[in-house]
Nanobody
Framework: VQLQAFGGGLVQPGGSLRLSCAAS????????MSWYRQAPGKEREFVAG??????????FYAGSVKGRFTISRDNAKNTVDLQMNSLRSGDTAVYYC????????????WGQGTQVTVSS
């Protein structure tokens, strides 16, 4: 499985950005996709996730982004998006999309990361 993330950039506090992740390859092996982020000097942290194949498709979020970020999937296009609103300086990080292997139940597949900078 190959993942490619798009959409990062520089935005002012309170602004919005939309990230997109395109999956290709052995899509059948995926059962969930998520976004993670890593800020300078910090560990990578979970941001949002959603089931991929089957499942209820209900999203789940880290508490720090709930109510501001929305994750969605498009199985026809093999994409998962992250709409980020009311951005704060604390959201500045490199954002990664990741896919979980349904057999190992591990997030084995990772995109290259896209930089999001929130600054005035």
């Amino acid at each position: 499985v190959q993942l490619q993330a798009f959409g990062g950039g520089l935005v002012q506090p309170g602004g919005s950005l939309r990230l997109s992740c395109a999956a290709s390859g052995s899509i059948f092996s995926i059962n969930a996709m998520s976004w993670y982020r890593q800020a300078p000097g910090k560990e990578r942290e979970f941001v949002a996730g959603i089931s991929w194949s089957g499942g209820d498709g209900l999203p789940f979020y880290a508490g720090s982004v709930k109510g501001r970020f929305t994750i969605s999937r498009d199985n026809a296009k093999n994409t998962v998006d992250l709409q980020m609103n009311s951005l704060r300086s604390g959201d500045t990080a490199v954002y990664y999309c990741a896919a979980r292997n349904q057999y190992s139940r591990a997030y084995e597949y990772w995109g290259q990361g896209t930089q999001v900078t929130v600054s005035s």
